[in-house]
């Protein structure tokens, strides 16, 4: 499974985004689905996760009410809309899938960062203040 993100850029506070993750060589329809972010000198942190089904999600508290994470199976792709952007959200964004397929997790799984087994390549996303 590849995937490529994309929709990165550099942006003005206050301003909105969306990112997109294209998967290739395997479907994203029956799998969990996540975005990660990171800061020069800093981790990989969780941003947001969807379910296999889309009808659940998850997110970052610093990201709550602000980013929306969604997929469109038929498309193959997952995205990321981000809207009130700040300077504290510059960073490159990773899209990532388990491995699994069908399966159901406890939440706490889902901001897990070992427990997705494919990454994409990242996308930068500057916000200028």
């Known amino acids: 499974v590849q995937l490529q993100a994309s929709g990165g850029g550099l942006v003005q506070e206050g301003g909105s985004l969306r990112l997109s993750c294209l998967a290739s060589?395997?479907?994203?329809?029956?799998?969990?689905m996540g975005w990660f972010r990171q800061a020069p000198g800093k981790e990989r942190e969780f941003v947001a996760a969807?379910?296999?089904?889309?009808?659940?999600?998850y997110y970052a508290d610093s990201v709550k009410g602000r980013f929306t994470i969604s997929k469109d199976d038929a498309k193959n792709t997952l995205y990321l809309q981000m809207n009130t952007l700040k300077p504290e959200d510059s960073a490159v964004y990773f899209c990532?899938?388990?491995?699994?397929?069908?399966?159901?997790?406890?939440?706490?799984?889902?901001?897990?960062?070992?427990?997705?087994?494919?990454w994409g390549q990242g996308t930068q996303v500057t916000v200028s203040s």
């Open positions: 969807i379910s296999w089904s889309g009808g659940t999600t």
């Open positions: 990532a899938r388990d491995r699994a397929v069908g399966r159901t997790y406890t939440a706490n799984y889902y901001y897990t960062r070992g427990m997705y087994d494919y």
């Open positions: 060589g395997g479907t994203i329809s029956r799998s969990v």
